[in-house]
């Protein structure tokens, strides 16, 4: 290899001159690494998800066959260990680790959770690619049958390292990222290397020196390299940082792990290979060995899928991977013995981007590929690398693409390579393994419907007159009512809002590796979605029972979930519930709620017992609400507001209910008490319109009562300014397009006086403000009107609507109708 290039075999002479720039004493480097070359365990450094790494330890095992092999990784975690190479189990997979401090052992209780009595939870998660070093090593290890083992810290370990910064709030501590490369650009050699040459970051100093050309290396040349690499590094990383991050705990805890297990096998040093990060491998035979306490109870270890997204530096993953597929392709090279990787990826690389610009639109040529391509190569030997590394292979596409502005003009390249690059794939887990039952359940439905998960949206359209999609359907609602983030709904009928003349659902679907921890939590409702979500309905019943409204929202996702079985024993609830809710607004969103699942079930065609008994429970809720209304004729300060969209919901749904018997009058007498008995005008002018709006208040009685308020004492005569507003925001248009209203406006403005108006203005302006634009220009135009200033026909009274047009609207509404009835029978 030539001296042109940087690389692992002409390194030594460089390190030791930006050393020596800095006053590092270079042979307290040399002694250091040569005491790890001479140490008998051999311990082997890496970088995590690093092809070049992974091929230093594949043939450093072939040749040096060793009879134990110990890796970083979680101690209490080697159950996992067979499973994660089974044929079956397809990375990227993640060792997920839980742990609920039931005992508040670290006295994170109350801090890191809502109260003492509710257990802190903590998570971490250990990654692995198909390329991953550790996971190479198990993979080889068991084929060899040579013992291997885990040997950092377990989850339970870190938190009591960490507890203390966890105790301060102003220290921010992530145990999803344990270990992290930023210390690394906290080192001053490192700083004085990427300048030096002209390194953007951490990821293309270690590809340039340690991945391109790693497959043509001398193992033992290439790991003297990278010691002498991590050793310059960690001597000039601050002690305090690396005693802050737990580097030197977890160290001792490992070379404790270390002696343990050359007890337990009883083999020579020789024989043992230690596989860590490179930080640590440079460290480990100065390490003295120390065991440290922490809880195994309630510390549960389960593999699980992950994905390329997670294990990439764009999730915010400290040890991340920057292009997880990209490497994924390198690493496919190397196994095939593909003589220059690097260089065939980069063309396959180019010629999918480029093609994916066509498909977009976007005027891409052959030439343009070939020119990106060869400028990738040229880039590459400008930066002293003997292969175009992913920096060179970016930059090339944009400098043949682009030809302004790369955040302007380049936009739609950003998606693309992040597709190519990063890669959206999630792994599988063996069947083998012990998974819980709701974590195996939850993959099984989704393979049963034919999906796949992906770290990307996908969208899924459901006919829901299809029975099979129905199904479908029920799935993702059982999923969305158990919190599993996962399936959102973005398109359908809103029942609870009286939608239902859509038969369409559309359905975002991503995959993300939170879920299996939430299906490990939810394990304790059940083994299956059905019978967890079924026994999560049955627990937030009784926990909400005092609110009507969400216990109805609870019959309605029952009925969504395809639970009709269940609708007697939440028919039963809901009763339960109308018995000791006494809450107006809760009531009467039960109720709407209520009417929309009647016109539902209806829609389902459920049987005529269940609707009797819905018809009943509706009319029973009704007169629940009724008898409630003056009770809360005197609301709480600031929610007038709520208890006014509440009555009037009520007596709009009143209006529109079909086929369900109601005695109005029952409403209206109690609209009629809340009258009589408030002491809010808003309200009062609320009820007061409300009864106009059911034509049981004349124009005139509306007249009548503001010019009472008109000739009253002034403490009285300044209320008016709510009664008004309460007037207003209920009829808007039906009442103050009447001219009648109108000249009483006028009247009110004319005669009060200013101290009084002054007070009454307020409510005034907040009554006008809260019409819809078109209605305020009408009132003015006809306020105008009553004084004479302009005199015109308004055209939203005197809509004229052409013959041709009603004929059209008829043939439609005739087809329309023909539909429903083949849909649902005569309509």
């Not at 344990?178 to 040459?197: D, H, M, P, R, T």
Request: hydrophobic residues 40%.
């Amino acid at each position: 290899m030539s001296d042109t290039y940087l690389s692992a075999a002409n390194l030594k002479k460089i390190l030791f001159e930006i050393g020596t720039s800095l006053g590092v004493d270079n042979s307290d480097i040399d002694a250091k690494v040569d005491k790890v070359k001479k140490s008998e365990i051999i311990y082997l450094p890496i970088r995590h998800h690093s092809p070049g790494s992974t091929i230093l330890v594949k043939k450093w095992i072939e040749k040096y066959e060793p009879k134990l092999i110990l890796v970083e990784g979680p101690a209490l975690a080697d159950n996992l260990i067979k499973y994660m190479v089974e044929r079956d189990t397809i990375p990227p997979i993640a060792i997920l680790s839980l742990f609920a401090d039931t005992n508040n052992t670290f006295g994170l209780n109350g801090i890191l959770s809502p109260d003492k009595l509710v257990p802190a939870k903590f998570e971490a998660y250990y990654p692995f690619v198909s390329y991953s070093p550790e996971l190479v090593a198990l993979s080889e290890a068991i084929k060899k049958k040579i013992p291997i083992h885990f040997i950092d810290l377990p989850l339970t370990g870190l938190i009591s390292c960490s507890s203390a910064n966890l105790k301060d709030p102003s220290k921010k501590v992530d145990l999803f990222n344990i270990e992290g490369e930023s210390i690394y650009n906290l080192s001053k050699f490192y700083k004085k290397f990427a300048q030096v040459f002209d390194f953007e970051d951490f990821n293309e100093s270690w590809e340039t020196l340690f991945e391109i050309g790693a497959n043509k290396s001398d193992i033992d040349e290439l790991r003297e390299s990278m010691l002498l690499f991590c050793a310059f590094i960690r001597q000039t990383t601050d002690m305090k940082i690396l005693k802050a991050n737990s580097t030197l705990t977890r160290e001792s805890y490992m070379k404790h792990n270390i002696e343990t297990y050359k007890k337990k096998y009883k083999v020579k040093d020789k024989d043992i290979l230690v596989i860590t990060g490179g930080i640590h491998s440079i460290a480990l035979p100065d390490t003295l060995p120390q065991s440290y306490p922490f809880p195994t109870k309630q510390l549960i270890n389960s593999l699980v899928p992950y994905s390329y997204y997670r294990i990439s530096q764009k999730s915010g993953y400290m040890s991340g991977n920057q292009a997880p597929q990209f490497y994924n392709s390198i690493w496919k090279k190397f196994t095939s013995q593909v003589e220059h990787p690097y260089s065939a990826v980069a063309l396959e690389f180019i010629t999918d981007i480029f093609k994916d610009a066509r498909v977009k639109g976007n005027v891409v040529s052959i030439s343009d590929s070939i020119n990106s391509y060869q400028g990738a190569k040229m880039l590459a030997m400008l930066r002293r690398r003997e292969e175009p590394d992913l920096k060179d292979v970016i930059d090339s596409i944009y400098m043949v693409l682009v030809k302004g502005n790369p955040e302007i003009e380049g936009k739609y390249l950003d998606s693309l390579i992040q597709e190519k690059s990063i890669g959206y794939k999630v792994g599988k887990v063996t069947k083998n393994i012990g998974r819980l039952p709701l974590q195996k359940d939850f993959y099984l439905q989704l393979e049963a419907h034919g999906i796949d998960p992906e770290e990307k949206v996908q969208q899924k359209i459901i006919n829901l007159r299809e029975e099979a999609e129905s199904k479908l359907s029920q799935l993702f609602w059982k999923i969305k009512f158990l919190g599993i983030d996962y399936a959102h709904r973005l398109l359908g009928p809103d029942i609870l809002k009286g939608d239902t003349g859509i038969f369409t659902e559309k359905w975002s679907l991503k995959w993300n590796p939170r879920i299996d921890a939430k299906l490990v939590e939810l394990s304790t409702y059940g083994a299956t979605l059905e019978e967890a979500s079924k026994n999560m309905l049955v627990e937030e019943t009784k926990k909400n029972v005092k609110n009507f409204g969400i216990i109805t929202n609870l019959l309605f996702q029952s009925l969504s979930m395809g639970y009709t079985d269940h609708f007697k024993d939440l028919h039963k609830e809901c009763l339960n519930s109308l018995e000791v809710d006494n809450q107006f607004l809760s009531l009467t969103e039960g109720f709407f709620n209520l009417i929309m699942i009647f016109q539902f079930m209806a829609m389902m065609g459920c049987s005529k017992d269940d609707m009797d008994l819905m018809e009943q429970l509706i009319q029973r809720s009704y007169y629940t609400c009724c008898f409630s209304i003056p009770n809360f004729a005197n609301p709480p300060s600031g929610d007038e507001v709520k208890y006014i969209d509440a009555m009037k919901m009520l007596a709009n749904t009143l209006i529109s209910i079909q086929n369900i018997e109601i005695d109005l009058n029952v409403y209206i007498e109690s609209i009629n008490t809340c009258v009589e008995n408030t002491s809010n005008e808003f309200i009062k002018g609320g009820t007061v319109g409300i009864l106009y709006l059911l034509n049981y208040m004349k124009v005139k009685e509306i007249e009548t009562l503001i010019y009472e308020y008109l000739n009253s004492i002034d403490s009285i005569k300044v209320k008016i300014g709510d009664l008004i507003r309460g007037l207003i925001y209920v009829c808007q248009a039906k009442l103050i397009f009447n001219q009648d209203i109108i000249r009483v406006l006028a009247k009110v403005v004319e005669t009060i006086e200013w101290e009084v108006f002054s007070a009454i203005l307020p409510p005034l302006r907040k009554a006008f403000s809260e019409l819809h634009p078109t209605e305020y220009d009408i009132f003015v135009e006809k306020l105008a009107e009553h004084y004479g200033l302009i005199k015109r026909k308004h055209a939203e009274l005197m809509d004229i609507v052409e013959e041709d047009v009603k004929n059209f609207f008829k043939i439609v509404d005739e087809k329309v109708k023909k539909i429903f009835e083949e849909w649902f029978g005569e309509v």
